[in-house]
């Protein structure tokens, strides 16, 4: 069973939790629990994890606040538990890069579904080799990518803003060189997906981010359309002089 997707069950309310490690673990998870923040932290620490379910609504630090520094430092996918009146915090939830959502009450077998659904999307995306480490910095024609700062500087040695959209998928893109990654995959990597299933959102980032990285964006050479296939990055990154 050491094979078996590891998942990690976080909230303060034992009646929740432990029900569901069991249920989960009944229906051929490895499943670990937390209370809160810290006790989340110590298993990540010693366990590998394949998925985080996590409740919005735990005193101390919220489920959000948690979510965010995931997001932010591991690429762990997260679902979150949310009240029915919880609209709000929901929608921040997916800004910040939850994948997927349950309300409570809950059904666990609809909550077993959509685990399986993400684990499903995340094993389809290609991996990378690396990950762009906070204090990087990486060229790719003539343009730096600091991502301490979150700067991008052009060949002539300007600043150009990013916003925080266009700042995740050029991370992707430097991440993955040379490999079609479809529309799809893409919205799993940035963790910015929508609930629709024929979100052109992605398209709307790319031709932001081709307007200010490529010479001519109406005939762009660095991120590549590819016909039923979704985009390819063409360009080489390497690791910028400090």
Known sequence: MESSPHILVVDDAADIREPLARYLAKNGFRVSTASG????????????????????????????????????????????LTALTEDTDRVIGLEIGADDYVTKPFNPRELLARIRAVLRRVQSVPKTAETIGSGSRLTFDRWVLDAARRELTGPDGVAVPLST??????????????????????????????????????????????????????????????????????????????
């Open 37 to 80: 923040g810290q006790d989340m932290r110590r298993v990540l620490k010693t366990s590998a994890i394949d998925l985080v379910v996590l409740d919005i609504m735990m005193p101390g630090e919220d489920g959000l606040s948690l979510c965010r520094m995931l997001r932010e430092t591991t690429g762990i996918p997260v679902i979150l």
């Open 165 to 242: 959209a266009e700042f995740r998928l050029l991370t992707v893109f430097l991440q993955r060189p040379g490999i079609v990654l479809s529309r799809e995959q893409l919205l799993d990597l940035t963790r910015g997906r929508s609930m629709e299933p024929f979100d052109r959102s992605i398209d709307n980032q790319v031709s932001r981010l081709r307007k200010k990285i490529e010479a001519d964006p109406k005939n762009p050479s660095l991120i590549k359309t590819v016909w039923a296939g979704g985009y390819v990055f063409a360009a080489e990154p390497h690791e910028a002089d400090a």
